[in-house]
């Protein structure tokens, strides 16, 4: 029997999307020419398919950076920010017969290694202001954050135990207790715990949506390593593996899709980490990152456009989000239809 109360999927019809945007206080300040430029790409292929909400601290320097845009699908609210990664402190939504219910979770910059204060009062205040609907769900006493967790909408829910057994997020309970608290917020069937697999120069203790993604249709798509000497070589192939031994709720195999390994992208000696696995879901499209990479970029545009038929398949370059360790579907949160104001 289908549960009437759902942790949607990304793919669920959607009302609008988030950006948190940067500017001169953020971590971006040294490459702010950089990154705008990344982030209007992704505001206009947003606004093509949907309503965008953006949180910032001056809503007016933001409409000076679009330029000539049509705004009249964006919403602005100011806030003070301490970064963009709008998919970890974003609300979570729940979809109930009657109303949505939006969950605010702590969000502590993965696991207390960056400041977060601001951030994590956008959730409450962006509903008290009145720009989000849906009843407010306290859950502050367990930190969570959106890049973590992987919902197909159908009671399944798949994340990485390196992110949510981490000793600086909920190291007071166990593996047990984290997935029966899951299973109960989130009216759950099952848990896939990922056990395998990481990203050189990842910040979130291998956030799944970096590594394995949820598509409709039972399949799965995942960063594949084929080059042995790759450092990633080894977790990968065993992130693989394990895949393979994922069953949904009717016990069947999924259908299991392999994105390339993104080529090495180094800053002063270190990796930075480009992956392909961080899309996002819009109505009828999906924007995915690329890395200046043209043989792999259009292999993962095949890829995808496999694992979304009907769908736009859409680059944007993201050469410059990984500056900063996270890619496009980091600074995104998407809300299901009848969330936006």
């Known amino acids: 029997m289908e549960n009437k109360i759902i942790l949607p999927a ?12 940067p500017h001169d206080e953020t971590d971006w300040a040294p490459i702010l020419d950089e990154v705008i430029p990344c982030f209007v790409s992704i505001a206009k292929e947003v606004i093509k398919h949907e309503k965008l909400l953006i949180v910032c601290p001056d809503e007016q320097e933001v409409r000076r950076q679009l330029g000539d845009v049509d705004d009249s699908r964006i919403i602005f609210r100011e806030m003070a920010t301490n970064d963009t990664w709008a998919r970890d402190h974003g609300a979570i939504t729940m979809m109930d017969v009657d109303a949505p219910s939006l969950l605010d979770f702590t969000f502590n910059g993965w696991g207390l290694k960056f400041a977060s204060d601001l951030d994590n009062q956008i959730t409450r205040r962006a509903i008290e202001n009145g720009v989000l609907k849906g009843r407010y769900v306290n859950r502050l006493g367990f930190v969570l954050e959106g890049g973590s967790i992987e919902s197909d909408g159908m009671g399944t829910l798949l994340t990485t135990s390196e992110c949510l057994l981490s000793p600086n997020r909920n190291g007071q309970m166990n593996k047990v207790e984290i997935e029966e608290y899951l299973k109960s917020v989130f009216h759950l069937q099952q848990v896939l715990w990922l056990d395998h697999g990481y990203l050189a120069g990842d910040d979130t203790d291998s956030h799944i949506d970096t590594l394995v993604r949820l598509c409709p249709a039972d399949t799965i798509v995942y960063v594949q390593c084929e080059d042995e000497k790759d450092e990633h070589y080894k977790s990968l192939h065993a992130m693989e593996e394990q895949l393979k031994t994922f069953r949904t709720l009717a016990g069947e195999s999924y259908r299991l899709l392999a994105l390339p390994m993104a080529d090495e992208v180094q800053e ?10 961080n ?6 499209a999906v924007l995915y990152p690329t890395y200046d990479q043209p043989e792999k970029d259009k292999r993962a545009e095949e890829v995808l456009q496999e694992a979304f038929p009907g769908y736009d398949i859409i680059g944007i370059d993201c050469r410059a989000l990984i500056r900063q360790h996270g890619s496009l579907h980091c600074v995104t949160m998407q809300y299901p239809t009848g969330i936006l104001k």
Do not use: C, H, K, M
């Open 10 to 21: 990304e793919w669920y019809p959607q009302s609008a999307v988030q950006l948190t945007w």
């Open 279 to 284: 899309f996002l879901i819009l109505n009828d």
């Open 268 to 277: 002063e000696g270190e990796r930075l980490p480009a992956t392909y696995a």
